[in-house]
């Protein structure tokens, strides 16, 4: 009778699950093309972005919401192969957790993976935010500022939805029965926090200096993927918990991003334009002398 009251409700998560999967897929592709404006955005910055900031945080969440209502059938591509991983790892997460412990748990990797984890706490990923908000207040850095400010709605909008997502699915942790992994047994493992927090953080910065610096659109993603990792190897999560949470934190990252990212600051830090002088490549500014018909050129650096 236990064997198959635990049957029935593993049964009954399945059409849940797939509606949480398939409502977090949306986000992680639903603004990969912005939709074009009807106007051209002018190229001013808007500095009322913090007195939107709660404001933005409800249009976030009726956005993230009511993604199921705006599937497309062309979705279909990106949305199966997503669902059947899920699905497939929810189906193997007892046997992937369990092989962590065929030899007994490592103590060490229990620590490594707990100080990498440390990386998605809210403390730090919070604080990654206010870092960037708080410098470019100081160094009147616009970019800065607005990547603070975004960094800290995606990880707003995300910690209420993983809570929300967390008390609805109720999924036992890997420790607990053997890594049975059991849905709707009082646990909070699905989906992984840490993973969505630093993954929606990183994807912000991403997606701020990732089109100049390459290399910063690397480093953030390398860490969001290695906290989502740990999460695992901690014995924290299942590897599916781990990868909706990290699908959450990416696509809300990028919703976050592509609604509320000013415009403006492309054309005046050069994302758009080669024109701004740097230490490599100066300005050139053509001279001109009427009277004494002298010609001539200015070349200006950036130092």
């Given at each position: 009778m236990?064997f198959?009251?635990?049957?029935?409700?593993?049964?009954?998560?399945?059409?849940?699950?797939?509606?949480?999967?398939?409502?977090?897929?949306?986000q992680?592709?639903?603004?990969?093309?912005?939709?074009?404006?009807?106007?051209?955005?002018?190229?001013?910055?808007?500095?009322?972005?913090e007195?939107?900031?709660?404001?933005?945080i409800?249009?976030?969440?009726?956005?993230?919401?009511?993604?199921?209502?705006?599937?497309?059938?062309?979705?279909?591509?990106?949305?199966?192969?997503?669902?059947?991983?899920?699905?497939?790892?929810?189906?193997?997460?007892?046997?992937?957790?369990?092989?962590?412990?065929?030899?007994?748990?490592?103590?060490?990797?229990?620590?490594?993976?707990?100080?990498?984890?440390?990386?998605?706490?809210?403390?730090?990923?919070?604080?990654?935010?206010?870092?960037?908000?708080?410098?470019?207040?100081?160094?009147?850095?616009?970019?800065?500022?607005?990547?603070?400010?975004?960094?800290?709605?995606?990880?707003?909008?995300?910690s209420?939805?993983?809570?929300a997502?967390?008390?609805?699915?109720?999924?036992?942790?890997?420790?607990?029965?053997?890594s049975?992994?059991?849905?709707?047994?009082?646990?909070?493992?699905?989906?992984?926090?840490?993973?969505?927090?630093?993954?929606?953080?990183?994807?912000?910065?991403?997606?701020?200096?990732?089109?100049?610096?390459?290399?910063?659109?690397?480093?953030?993603?390398?860490?969001?993927?290695?906290?989502?990792?740990?999460?695992?190897?901690?014995?924290?999560?299942?590897?599916?918990?781990?990868?909706?949470?990290?699908?959450?934190?990416?696509?809300?990252?990028?919703?976050?991003?592509?609604?509320?990212?000013?415009?403006?600051?492309?054309?005046?830090?050069?994302?758009?334009?080669?024109?701004?002088?740097?230490?490599?490549?100066?300005?050139?500014?053509?001279?001109?002398?009427?009277?004494?018909?002298?010609?001539?050129?200015?070349?200006?650096?950036?130092?």
């Amino acid at each position: 009778m236990n064997f198959s009251h635990k049957t029935a409700r593993v049964t009954f998560c399945w059409p849940l699950c797939f509606v949480f999967i398939i409502i977090l897929s949306l986000q992680v592709f639903s603004q990969t093309t912005p939709a074009a404006p009807a106007a051209q955005p002018k190229p001013t910055p808007r500095p009322t972005v913090e007195k939107n900031f709660f404001a933005n945080i409800l249009k976030d969440q009726k956005g993230i919401w009511t993604a199921p209502f705006h599937v497309h059938q062309s979705d279909a591509r990106w949305v199966a192969p997503f669902v059947l991983a899920t699905g497939a790892l929810i189906v193997t997460d007892r046997r992937t957790s369990g092989a962590l412990v065929t030899h007994g748990d490592n103590l060490s990797r229990l620590r490594i993976s707990k100080d990498i984890s440390y990386l998605g706490s809210a403390s730090v990923t919070g604080g990654t935010a206010a870092l960037f908000y708080f410098a470019g207040r100081l160094k009147h850095d616009e970019r800065a500022k607005e990547t603070g400010l975004l960094a800290a709605e995606a990880l707003l909008d995300s910690s209420i939805v993983v809570e929300a997502l967390k008390v609805a699915s109720q999924r036992q942790r890997p420790p607990v029965d053997h890594s049975s992994g059991d849905f709707f047994d009082g646990g909070s493992s699905f989906p992984s926090g840490h993973a969505i927090s630093a993954w929606s953080v990183a994807t912000v910065v991403a997606e701020e200096y990732g089109p100049r610096h390459p290399a910063v659109r690397y480093g953030a993603y390398a860490l969001a993927t290695a906290v989502g990792i740990s999460r695992y190897t901690g014995r924290k999560h299942f590897l599916s918990d781990v990868l909706v949470g990290s699908a959450m934190g990416y696509g809300i990252g990028r919703y976050v991003y592509h609604q509320h990212h000013d415009p403006a600051l492309d054309l005046l830090n050069g994302k758009k334009t080669s024109r701004v002088p740097s230490k490599l490549f100066p300005r050139i500014n053509p001279l001109y002398g009427p009277r004494s018909h002298a010609y001539g050129a200015m070349l200006a650096w950036n130092f």
